[in-house]
């Protein structure tokens, strides 16, 4: 992307091209109205940033001349000012947003927020579920959707969009997932709009916190209030103005995908909170917070679980004679062999060093041994960066029916590793609580 900067003050400057720079943009800079003009004539801008007062006169001449080149017809514009009361509409001249210059960061922040919502593609762009059963107002409606770039599956029942986005795999910051729900409130077929608008809200993944508007032909006090109620985010009247359903439109997906955004972010904080970075299992502190919570619900429900705890023999002599970065191979691959070796309800962590941790859920000891055997098995012809590796695993069962905790559990897989140690390594050996 490419950005003109016309801008007076070299501070300002310097900070502007600095800022768009960590956006992506490569800039051209100048300090007066003729040479933005030469600027804007020679070169095609996806932003252009000015400044209320340039060297030779007031930046609203050069966007004049910028709104009068066919080329820069639909550019943003950032109108940088040092008057803190003045707002987009009190200006003659086309500005897409009033930028006040008192704070740096506010201003880095204002333009990053600005750039993410007018330039990047994943807000301008969106999948929408159409219901509407009357063919001329769905006619109209496509035709303005369509042309905006928006990618729309139509629908004339609920029944039928039901169907369709109740089987959709796709959800949260997908591209592939949908945006946004437009329902009219009464459709022909046996369920209504309001009937859809339920089941899509009763949803427990994040397709039940899909954005939806609502189309009615009537406008009283308790329908809204009703609307709303159910999970509606806004609604339109017919007949519908276009302008306004895209403006509408293009508000909830924006906020739609500022808010995956969000849960993304968090999503990977929490990943990186829990995950041990080396070898992808969980670490040591998500080991000791969910594994009262795993031995709690066993107990609850009646069902035993193991614990394997995994000692890799003579590491120390691997990191000593052939480094760190080839003990730190021989870790990953280890872990890697334990993330793909478990069910999906079992917890693998690496509990610190060459010590590996494995919850098993609803695993007896018979069970938990056989699991251990074939692990140790396949840890021995693993051969990571060919050196021969193996591995002294210790077994605890807890059964439902039994009283304790994980504190009891691992303390005994524990036991059985010092004592498979003593009798040899590279051999699995069960303890009792």
């Not at 209320?52 to 080329?71: A, M, T």
């Not at 029944?159 to 959800?171: G, I, L, N, P």
Request: with cysteine.
């Amino acid at each position: 992307m490419r950005a003109l900067i016309a801008e007076n003050s070299r501070l300002y400057r310097q900070f502007l091209d600095n800022t768009l720079g960590q956006q992506g943009f490569e800039n051209d800079i100048c300090d007066s109205i003729a040479a933005g003009r030469d600027f804007l004539d020679a070169e095609q801008y996806d932003l252009v940033c000015i400044n209320h007062h340039l060297d030779d006169g007031p930046g609203e001449d050069l966007i004049r001349h910028l709104n009068e080149s066919g080329r820069h017809a639909a550019t943003p514009i950032l109108f940088l000012s040092n008057d803190k009361s003045l707002v987009r509409d009190d200006l003659p001249v086309r500005v897409d947003e009033v930028v006040h210059k008192f704070n740096l960061q506010q201003i880095a922040d204002q333009i990053t927020h600005f750039v993410e919502i007018h330039l990047d593609p994943v807000f301008f762009e969106g999948r929408i579920l159409f219901v509407e059963d009357s063919e001329s107002i769905a006619e109209a409606i496509l035709g303005q959707l369509e042309q905006t770039g928006y990618r729309v599956s139509h629908f004339v029942t609920a029944e039928d969009a039901w169907r369709d986005f109740e089987t959709e795999v796709s959800y949260g910051s997908d591209l592939d997932a949908y945006d946004l729900v437009i329902t009219d409130v009464n459709l022909a077929g046996q369920m209504s709009g309001q009937d859809l608008i339920g089941l899509i809200r009763r949803l427990e993944d994040a397709r039940g916190f899909v954005p939806i508007i609502a189309i009615t032909e009537e406008n009283t006090a308790e329908l809204r209030i009703s609307l709303y109620q159910q999970g509606v985010n806004d609604f339109l009247q017919k007949p519908i103005l276009a302008q306004e359903l895209l403006v509408r439109i293009s508000n909830q997906i924006t906020n739609k995908r500022l808010l995956d955004k969000v849960h993304d972010i968090r999503r990977e904080l929490y990943a990186l909170a829990t995950t041990d970075k080396l070898t992808g299992c969980h670490n040591r502190h998500s080991l000791m917070e969910f594994s009262d919570k795993f031995i709690a619900q066993a107990q609850r429900h009646g069902y035993p679980v193991s614990a394997l705890v995994i000692d890799l023999d003579h590491f120390k002599s691997i990191n000593d004679q052939h480094g760190h970065a080839v003990g730190d191979i021989v870790l990953q691959e280890v872990g890697n062999l334990l993330n793909r070796s478990f069910r999906e309800g079992d917890l693998v962590a690496r509990f610190g060093g060459e010590e590996f941790v494995v919850l098993l859920s609803h695993c007896d000891a018979a069970f938990a041994v056989d699991k251990a055997e074939s692990l140790r098995v396949e840890i021995e012809a693993l051969n990571p960066n060919d050196l021969p590796i193996t591995a002294s695993i210790g077994v605890s069962t807890l059964g439902g029916d039994v009283a304790g905790d994980f504190e009891a559990l691992f303390s005994g897989a524990d036991k059985g590793v010092y004592e498979a140690k003593e009798k040899g390594r590279n051999r699995v050996v069960f303890r009792d609580l």
